[in-house]
């Protein structure tokens, strides 16, 4: 099980982190991901992370402003998201992918556990 939080109301230019907790009790096989709707338009890839390894990918769109991290311990992977911008507001979600490659980490198919959605909400 995934719960993810974070989310909230921030004026563009702010900050804001979500967190996802996992429940499983080793993650090292599994590609962690964050991914992201809004009303009317299909779910989108933001960023995943390789819990073995630690290496990370991002969508074109949040590169530079949002990184994807993990705390092994707590098993909890982050999406710190720097300098929001209007189009950033969408529910996100993030997921879990066990033995993912690199090249399908941006297909939401390809995840076989989703954490419930946390609001995103950026104002002018």
């Known amino acids: 099980q995934l719960q993810a939080s974070g989310g909230g109301l921030v004026q563009a230019g702010g900050s804001l982190r979500l967190s996802c907790a996992a429940s499983?009790?080793?993650?090292?096989?599994?590609?962690m991901a964050w991914f992201r709707q809004a009303p009317g338009k299909e779910r989108e890839f933001v960023a995943a992370i390789k819990w073995s390894g630690g290496s990370s990918s991002y969508a074109n769109a949040v590169k530079g402003r949002f990184t994807i991290s993990k705390d092994t311990a707590k098993n909890t992977v982050y999406l710190q998201m720097n300098s929001l911008k209007l189009e950033d507001t969408a529910a996100y979600y993030c997921a879990a992918g066990r033995g993912l490659i690199t090249s399908v980490v941006s297909n939401p198919v390809k995840y076989d556990s989703w954490g419930q959605g946390t609001q995103v909400t950026v104002s002018s």
């Open positions: 499983e009790r080793t993650l090292n096989s599994y590609v």
